[in-house]
């Protein structure tokens, strides 16, 4: 059996999908698992700023570069017309322009190419690190700053999963996505057996947290709701009615905590800190639930 992935994510920023991640992990390892806590946020890695760790660089990811030998150009516009958003333009019998900043790398250039007049180069798009805190390993992607495109380094950390899966070695890995509702996240939700979606109670919070919903079903990853903060208004019927809509059962309310604020401010997580806090008792209720559907014995 393949080694169970939990995605946590937000429809929108600041909701606390990190933190909540973040303990999640803790509280699985306080329970006595092997865990992999993964930062697929790649614009904004910060697992390792939350738990005040040092990583460690173990490689860079590359993407596909056209690179144009106009010797061997006949100007036939192939790669032109098959280029979906235009990183490529021919104007009239004058050589192809290649626009880096918006190409994709997906490389359908150099396979129309009928002479060999695009080869492969590489660009540097981003990073892989690994690290470790409070005894769960760390699987950590970068991307380059300046680059608009993630997708090359979540894939990356995807397929390393894949394998990392199949060696056994953990009892679960959760995965960190970006905010927000796009490609990315579908991405980084992938094959995994669940997603956490972490939302808060207000009308923003439902507002993207039924936008992520409905990307969540395109890939059909069961999707729980935590509402993180649950105390601070009293608009948990907005999210409520979401969770109704699409049959997404509310499965943790973490009230605000002054503690988990006090442990922020440390550089610790709440778990670690104050595993008495009531955000903590909270977070390891998510945890004791995850498991018991899971199965996972230990």
């Not at 192939?78 to 190409?103: E, N, S, T, W």
């Not at 709440?270 to 209720?285: C, T």
């Amino acid at each position: 059996m393949q080694t169970p992935m939990i995605a946590v994510s937000g429809g929108k920023g600041g909701t606390g999908k990190t933190t909540v991640a973040v303990n999640l992990a803790l509280a699985f390892k306080q329970d006595g698992l092997n865990v992999l806590l993964v930062d697929a946020d790649v614009d904004a890695p910060n697992v390792h700023i939350l738990l005040s760790t040092e990583r460690k660089k173990i490689d860079t990811v590359y993407a596909f570069e056209p690179k144009f030998n106009f010797d061997e150009c006949v100007l036939c516009g192939l790669c032109a017309q098959h280029c979906r958003i235009h990183a490529i333009m021919q104007v009239g019998d004058k050589y192809p322009m290649y626009f880096p900043d918006i190409c994709t790398h997906c490389g359908s250039c150099m396979l129309v190419c009928p002479t060999n007049a695009i080869t492969e180069g590489k660009k540097e798009m981003g990073w892989i690190y690994e690290g470790q805190a409070y005894g769960v390993d760390l699987l950590m992607g970068e991307l380059k700053l300046g680059e608009a495109s993630a997708a090359t380094v979540v894939t990356e950390l995807k397929d390393r999963l894949e394998e990392i899966r199949k060696n056994g070695k953990y009892d679960i890995i959760i995965i960190d996505t970006s905010p927000g509702a796009h490609c990315d996240v579908l991405r980084a939700v992938m094959d995994t057996e669940e997603t956490i979606a972490v939302t808060e109670p207000t009308p923003f919070g439902a507002h993207d947290l039924e936008r992520l919903i409905r990307l969540l079903e395109v890939v059909e990853s069961p999707v729980k709701i935590v509402i993180n903060r649950a105390n601070i208004t009293e608009g948990s019927s907005v999210i409520e009615k979401v969770a109704e809509k699409y049959n997404a059962p509310i499965i943790s309310r973490i009230p605000y905590d002054d503690l988990a604020v006090e442990a922020y401010a440390k550089g610790k997580p709440v778990i670690v800190e104050y595993p008495d806090a009531p955000a903590s008792l909270a977070i390891k209720e998510v945890m004791m639930k995850i498991k018991e559907e899971l199965g996972i014995a230990r």
